[in-house]
């Protein structure tokens, strides 16, 4: 079966082999919105050549958020703030992988600007947490309520 995103495997092939990385797929929009069903559309491509139209059509992305393990070390048990040390240490945003902004602020004071904002939302993580996946009490999911959910993806943590 071919792989139907291969310009995000060429991008990451560009990396260093021995990363564990944690991130969201996604195909932005003509307003680089996330679109989700175009994600679920190319997932179900088989045909190379419809995959290569669809990679140079509207190429996808991965985002990456948070590095889990590098050179067979579990990166995991560090706190956030040392490994997006090593997240931008070991990983360079090309086409194809891209690192989500970080703001150091408090969460809620970045919830009142979220309303006017182009993005579902935000996830708050404490900076000197270790990794976990799933919901914790270490992070914290805010939600723009005035974001339209038609063609968008969540971002998770």
Known sequence: MADPFPEVMRALSSLRRN????????VPDQNGRSDFEEVRRRNLLQRPRMIADAAARRPAVLVVFDV?????????????????????????????VQIIEHVETQARRCSGRLSTATHEG??????????????RN???????????????VEWHG
Not at 79 to 86: D, I, K
């Open 19 to 26: 990363l564990v990385l944690d991130g969201e797929l996604v």
């Open 68 to 96: 889990r393990e590098f050179d067979g070390d579990d990166l995991r048990p560090l706190p956030l703030f040392e490994r997006r040390g090593a997240l931008h240490a070991h990983v360079t945003p090309i086409p194809g």
């Open 122 to 135: 935000i996830v708050a993580k404490r900076m000197d947490a270790p990794y976990r996946a799933g919901p």
């Open 138 to 152: 270490t992070w914290l999911k805010i939600k723009n309520r005035n974001y339209s959910r038609r063609g968008a």
